[in-house]
C-alpha cells in the first residue's frame, strides 16, 4: 500500500516552521510497512490545493494531510478534499458538542461564530475526535482510496495519529509489522555497521536498520508475518545476536527510553545519587537529567563552576593542578569529579570541562578537546574527545559522552 | 518570480531526519521576495525525481534542489536534471582539482573511485564550489527557466546557498528586498498583534508579519524598493514606531542575536556578574547563558538546587519558609534569588523554582506553576507562571521568562 503525505500552509511555504510533522508520519508510516514516494507542502489556496490532492489521490493509495483545519477563512483542507472527492458538508452534532465543552473548559467567555465552521464534515466521513483542540480530524474513503486529514499543530495531530489513525491504517494491512529498537551510545554508526554487516545484508524479514543521532546510534529492527507471535519470533534470534555483538554499548531496547532515562534507572537500581560539575557544559547535563519524572530521587544538587576560582571554591580542585595542566586536562576533570562527590556527599559525580569554543583554543588544545570524568567509590574514569562543529554542537555532544561515560562507570562497578 | 524546492532523498520519506533544509530555503526565498507555492519531497528514483523535476519546470520559474549529489549510484539529481534539461555530461577539471585537494587535506589515505563521479557536471553549467564537502553545487539555466542543485547536508548547503545563490537569485529581481526584524519578550503574540493591527492591516509597503517562538514574538518588517538605501527609509519609521508601540517588550533588533545574548550584552554594558539558582529548570537557564560565546566575563558559577536540602545549604532557604509556603512558592523563590548573590558574591541571581510534571501537582499547586525571582543590589522582583505543555515544553518556557526576567531587572535598576 502506498501512501503520501500533503502538509498544508503557507507558514510552511515562508520557512516561518519546520515541518517536523512530516517527520513524525513518514517514520510511523515506515514502521507500518507503508511505501512511501511523495511528500508535498501546499499553501492554503484553493486550486493548487485541488491540484495537489487529485494528484495524489491518482498515484497513492492513501493521503494523509495535515493543516488548514483552523476555524479562520484560510483553512480550506476538509472543504478541498470534500470537493475533490464528492462528498457534500454536513454539521456532525457529536463535534458540536465537542466544542462546545471545549470552549466551557477554557478562559475564552464566548465561543467565536468561525468556530461552528468546525462542526461541518463531509458526509459519511469518519469523525476523529480532537482530545486537545477544536478541529476534529476526519478520514475520508472513496473508490478504494483514502484521504486521512488531520490538525496541523503537533500537540493536537500526533495523539490523534497514535490513537486512532494509526490503528486503522494497521488493519487496512494483510501483514502485521513489528519493529524493536536497539539505541547505543559510545560507538559510531559505521563502526555499528560493521559489527553488524553481515546481519544487514543478509537479512530481508526482519530488515535492519541503522540511523545516526547525536552521540547515539540507533539500529531497528522490522519484521513482517501474519501475526504479531510470528513477527517477534523472526526479530528474535537477530535482536539476541546484535545485543550479543554491541554488548555495553547498547543502553536500552525501549522505544521511548532516552539515554538520561537508562541513566536514572541504572542510579535508581543500584540505589546511588549522583551529582554533576559542569565547566563549558554550565548545567545543560545536569538539565539533561532532570527532564527525566522523578529525578529527585537520585539527584538532588549540581554544580556549575564555570570558573577556576569555582573549581576551587566548590570542588576542591588544588590550584598547584588548575596552574600545571591548566582548567581543561585530565588532571582537573579528575579532580573536579572526586570533589563534586566530597562536596555534595553523593555517590558518584560526572565532571565535564572543555573549550566550547569559538576562540580560546590553540595549538596543543584545540576548540572541541573535552576531558569528562566520574568519581564513584574512590574509583576515577576519565575519557578526552575532540569534538566537531559550534558552541552549541561541542556541547551537546559533551553531554551525551558525560551520560554514557556515568551509565559505564556504574555498570562496571555494579556488574 | 516563482520559486519552488525539491528535496530529493529516501531518508526523508522514511521519516529518518527532519527536513531543515526546507524552512532555511523558504525563509530566505521569502526574505527575497520570491513567491513560493511549492516543496515537494521525492526519493532517490529516476522516473519519479524526473517527473517531478519536469511539473516543477513547467510551473515554477526557479527550482532549488537539494541532496542526491553524493558519490554512490543512488545519488542521481545532477544526470536527472541535465537529462530533463537537456545538458550533456562532462568532466570538470576544476572540481577535479578541488576534490583531490579535499582528500589531501582530510583523514582519508585514497580516494574512493566513486568520487570521481562528483567531478562530471552538466556541459556549460554554473558549478558552485563546495568549501564543506566534495560535490559541487550546480546553476542551469534553460529556456527562462533555472535549476539550482545543492548538496543535502546542511553544513554544506547553507554556506553554498548564503554565499553564491543568494547573490544569483537577488541579481535576478528588478527590486531589492530588505527587511529589519525586531524581537520581543514578555507579552504574547496577539497582544503585539493588537498593538500593531493597525499598521499591520494599513502597509502594504513595507509589510509586518510576526511569528511566535516559545516565550517570543519576532516581528518583521520588510520592504521593496529601487535600491537598498530606498528600501532602508521606508522602513525607517515603520521600525520605529513599533520598537515606540513595544518600549522595554524589545530586546534586540538584531537577526541573529537571541534572548541570552541580549542578557549578556546588559550584563557587560553595566559590569554585572550574574549566577542562577535553579530547582525545576535544573542547569538549563545556566546552559543558556553559557550558550553565549564570552559568557565567563559575566558568569563564573551557578547552583543547581534541585532537594530542599541543598536550597537550604547553597542559598540559605529558611526551614521555615520551606515549611510554611513549600519549595515552589513566590517566597522559596525570593530566598533562592537573594542567597545566590550571597553565596557566589555575584551582582545578580536569577532564581527557578516550579512544578515540571508530570506528577505532584495539585489544585492548589498544579504542574506548570512556576516563580521566578532576581535579586539585583537588595531588590527583588518575582513572578508567577501557570505553564502548559509537557516536562520538557514547561521547563524550556521557565528558561525564556527567566533570562527575560535578569534583562527587566537589568534595565529597572540601570536606566
Known amino acids: 500500500m502506498v501512501v503520501e503525505l500533503i502538509s498544508v500552509g503557507t507558514e510552511l511555504l515562508l520557512g516561518n516552521i519546520v515541518n517536523t510533522n512530516t517527520q513524525f508520519l513518514a517514520e510511523k508510516c515506515a514502521l507500518l510497512g507503508l511505501s512511501m514516494y511523495y511528500q508535498t507542502v501546499v499553501g492554503d489556496n484553493h486550486d493548487r490545493l485541488a491540484q495537489t490532492v487529485r494528484t495524489a489521490l491518482?498515484?497513492?493509495?492513501?493521503?494523509?494531510?495535515?493543516?488548514?483545519?483552523?476555524?479562520?477563512e484560510d483553512d480550506m483542507t476538509k472543504?478541498?478534499?470534500?470537493?475533490?472527492?464528492?462528498?457534500?458538508?454536513?454539521?456532525?452534532?457529536?463535534?458540536?458538542?465537542?466544542?462546545?465543552?471545549?470552549?466551557?473548559?477554557?478562559?475564552y467567555k464566548v465561543i467565536p461564530d468561525n468556530n461552528w465552521k468546525q462542526a461541518q464534515v463531509p458526509a459519511g466521513a469518519r469523525v476523529l475526535d480532537n482530545d486537545n483542540g477544536t478541529a476534529p480530524g476526519l478520514i475520508l474513503e472513496k473508490d478504494g482510496k483514502i484521504a486521512v486529514l488531520l490538525p496541523g499543530p503537533p500537540v493536537e495531530m500526533k495523539p490523534m495519529f497514535i490513537n486512532q489513525v494509526y490503528p486503522y491504517l494497521q488493519s487496512l494491512q494483510p501483514e502485521v509489522i513489528r519493529s524493536q529498537m536497539i539505541k547505543i551510545c559510545g560507538i559510531g554508526e559505521s563502526a555499528v555497521e560493521e559489527k553488524l554487516l553481515d546481519l544487514i545484508d543478509g537479512q530481508t524479514n526482519p530488515t535492519i536498520a541503522t540511523y545516526a543521532k547525536t552521540g547515539e546510534v540507533h539500529v531497528r529492527v522490522t519484521a513482517k508475518a501474519a501475526d504479531e507471535e510470528a513477527a517477534r519470533k523472526i526479530m528474535k534470534p537477530v535482536v539476541k545476536e546484535i545485543r550479543r555483538r554491541l554488548g555495553d554499548f547498547v543502553y536500552s531496547t525501549k522505544e521511548n527510553e532516552t539515554l538520561e532515562m537508562a541513566v536514572v534507572k541504572l542510579l535508581e537500581k543500584y540505589e546511588l545519587t549522583a551529582t554533576t560539575?559542569?565547566?563549558c557544559t554550565g548545567g545543560l547535563l545536569a538539565g539533561r537529567l532532570v527532564n527525566v519524572p522523578g529525578a529527585s530521587e537520585i539527584f538532588r544538587e549540581g554544580l556549575i563552576t564555570y570558573s577556576n576560582k569555582a573549581k576551587r571554591k566548590y570542588?576542591?580542585?588544588s590550584k598547584s593542578t588548575l596552574k600545571k595542566y591548566g582548567a581543561v586536562s585530565e588532571q582537573t576533570a579528575k579532580e573536579m569529579a572526586a570533589g563534586g562527590v566530597f562536596a555534595t556527599d553523593s555517590?558518584?559525580?560526572?565532571?565535564?570541562?572543555?573549550?566550547?569554543?569559538?576562540?580560546g583554543g590553540t595549538e596543543e588544545k584545540p576548540v572541541g578537546l573535552?576531558?569528562?570524568?566520574?568519581?564513584?567509590?574512590?574509583?576515577?574514569?576519565?575519557?578526552?574527545?575532540?569534538f566537531k562543529g559550534d558552541r552549541a554542537k561541542i556541547r551537546e555532544q559533551a553531554v551525551v559522552k558525560a551520560l554514557d561515560l556515568l551509565r559505564r562507570s556504574i555498570l562496571d562497578n555494579y556488574r
Chains 1, 2 share one sequence.
Do not use: Q, W
Open 58 to 72: 491518482e498515484r497513492s493509495d492513501v493521503v494523509i494531510l495535515t493543516g488548514g483545519l483552523g476555524p479562520t
Open 79 to 107: 472543504e478541498v478534499c470534500a470537493e475533490v472527492m464528492g462528498y457534500p458538508m454536513e454539521e456532525d452534532p457529536h463535534t458540536r458538542e465537542r466544542i462546545e465543552e471545549y470552549f466551557r473548559n477554557s478562559a
Open 277 to 279: 560539575a559542569e565547566s
Open 315 to 317: 570542588l576542591d580542585v
Open 347 to 359: 555517590d558518584v559525580c560526572v565532571a565535564v570541562t572543555g573549550l566550547a569554543g569559538p576562540d
Open 370 to 386: 573535552v576531558y569528562i570524568a566520574t568519581y564513584l567509590k574512590g574509583s576515577v574514569k576519565v575519557e578526552s574527545y575532540h
